[in-house]
């Protein structure tokens, strides 16, 4: 069986989750700079987030990412997903 290679978004949310302290994370929202961030962690679908995904918005653009450990993307501007990522590297580069 091939190892499919995490999703480089839903890492960072899972690297800044661990660093908060909040594994096992259930079902959380937070904030990251202007980006909103919602995870479901429960097997089950909560506030339209399916289960084991996370949805990032962020008021600039039209649209929205969902992403689960082995993909996922954007559904707006092609450098949003980029956008967000560097914004959760910064961030889990303070602590």
């Known amino acids: 069986m091939t ?7 839903f890492d960072l949310i899972r690297q800044y989750a661990e660093q908060q302290g909040w594994i096992p994370i259930g079902f959380r ?3 990251v700079g202007d980006w909103g ?3 479901n962690g ?3 679908r909560r506030d339209d987030v399916p289960p084991f995904h996370a949805r990032v918005e962020n008021a600039r653009y ?3 990412m ?3 450990p082995f993909g996922g993307g954007a559904m707006g501007f092609a ?7 560097a914004a ?3 961030e889990t580069d303070k602590t």
């Open 3 to 9: 190892e499919r290679p995490i999703c480089e978004a």
């Open 29 to 31: 929202s937070f904030r």
């Open 37 to 39: 961030v919602t995870v």
């Open 42 to 44: 429960t097997g089950e």
């Open 62 to 64: 039209v649209g929205l």
């Open 66 to 68: 969902l992403f689960s």
């Open 79 to 85: 450098d949003t997903e980029a956008e967000f990522c």
């Open 88 to 90: 959760m590297r910064r």
